[in-house]
């Protein structure tokens, strides 16, 4: 099992930044991809940015040049900076784990706000 919490979300104005983590926990040397989603009101959730145990990421097309992920294995946490937040980010952003055996973990989310 592989237990997921993310932290970081909260209010900010159109062009300001914010960082996410998701502090990964139990079997962590079983994910192999580990990454970022959100969910606006009323839409389906996006995959935002995902990072491979290899190191290799993807981001979606909507994020890129704004959007980064990152990790630190020391402590077991990924990160997403967000930069250029725009209104159409506004969501909550949950982590998500997948492990050798094809399962999925979720974090319980944290919500973006961004006003124009």
């Known amino acids: 099992q592989v237990q997921l919490v993310e932290s970081g979300g909260g209010l900010v104005q159109a062009g300001g930044s914010l960082r996410l983590s998701c502090a990964a926990s139990g079997r962590t040397l079983s994910i192999n991809v580990i990454g970022w989603y959100r969910q606006a009101p009323g839409k389906q959730r996006e995959l935002v940015a995902a990072m491979s145990s290899g190191g290799s990421t993807n981001l979606a097309d909507s994020v890129k040049g704004r959007f980064t992920i990152s990790r630190d294995n020391a402590k077991n946490t990924v990160y997403l900076q967000m930069n250029s937040l725009k209104p159409e980010d506004t969501a909550v952003y949950y982590c998500?784990?997948?492990?050798?055996?094809?399962?999925?973990?979720w974090g319980k989310g944290t919500l973006v706000t961004v006003s124009s």
């Open positions: 998500k784990a997948d492990d050798w055996r094809g399962m999925d973990y």
